[in-house]
């Protein structure tokens, strides 16, 4: 079972908007990390946000977390074509594991 | 370039066949994992190691076997191939088993059992 959900699966935006997806997770959590995953690649990790925190900035990324409602979301500003991708949330809970969502594809256009 | 090298890149198996995939990292990292890829299923954990020598089993493990003689390498076997088993494989790496930092991720095995 996925412990955390992706709203919207996809997403298409024009290039210079800004792109915001959720993610949900069932249980506690210790941190939440999200990841880009390019088409055929590997992921690569972006931002992790922990459970006190409530908001990160990194670059044009912007990460939000409301461990009240178990959701996270993570704002891209001014997207680029270079944005393409599909994003994942991945949330860490007590123990060893990091359970992924099922992603987000958004499409960015010129 | 440091980080997580997993070979082969590509693989086409028989159903019954087994088979190694290989994962190595070059960070000294303490934690490793493994994961499968499937079309709108996300990533599932199969296995993971917080230490050379210590495994444990992830999400959905059977089927598969890993060990870890050295901090450096988590290999994944395949015992019996079976087309349910055609994914992506990846295999992740992080400085600390506690999760207080990201995974680095392979390249990934795309794996087809026919």
């Known amino acids: 079972s996925q412990q955390g959900e992706e709203d919207p699966q996809a997403l298409s935006i024009q290039e210079g908007e800004n792109a915001t997806m959720n993610c949900s997770y069932k249980?506690?959590?210790?941190?939440l990390q999200w990841y880009r995953q390019n088409s055929g690649r590997g992921l690569v990790h972006l931002i992790l946000?922990?459970?006190?925190?409530r908001e990160k900035h990194s670059g044009r990324l912007r990460v939000t977390l409301d461990t009240s409602k178990k959701s996270s979301s993570l704002l891209i500003t001014a997207s680029r074509a270079a944005d393409t991708a599909s994003y994942f949330c991945?949330?860490?809970?007590?123990?060893?594991?990091?359970?992924f969502g099922g992603g987000t594809r958004v499409l960015v256009k010129p | 370039n440091a980080g997580v090298t997993q070979t082969p890149k590509f693989q086409v198996l028989k159903t019954g066949q087994s088979m190694t995939l290989q994962c190595a990292q070059d960070?000294?990292?303490?934690?490793m994992s493994w994961y499968r890829q499937d079309p709108g299923m996300g990533l599932r954990l199969i296995h993971y190691s917080v230490g050379a020598g210590i495994t444990d089993q992830g999400e959905v493990p059977n089927g598969y076997n890993v060990s870890r003689s050295t901090t450096e390498d988590f290999p994944l076997r395949l015992l019996s191939a079976a087309p349910s088993q055609t994914s992506v494989y990846f295999c992740a790496s992080s400085y600390s088993s506690q999760g207080r930092y990201g995974y680095t991720f392979g390249s990934g095995t795309r794996l087809t059992v026919v």
């Open positions: 991945a949330s860490k809970a007590a123990g060893n594991k990091l359970t």
């Open positions: 249980t506690s959590i210790n941190n």
């Open positions: 960070m000294n990292h303490e934690y």
């Open positions: 946000i922990r459970s006190n925190e």
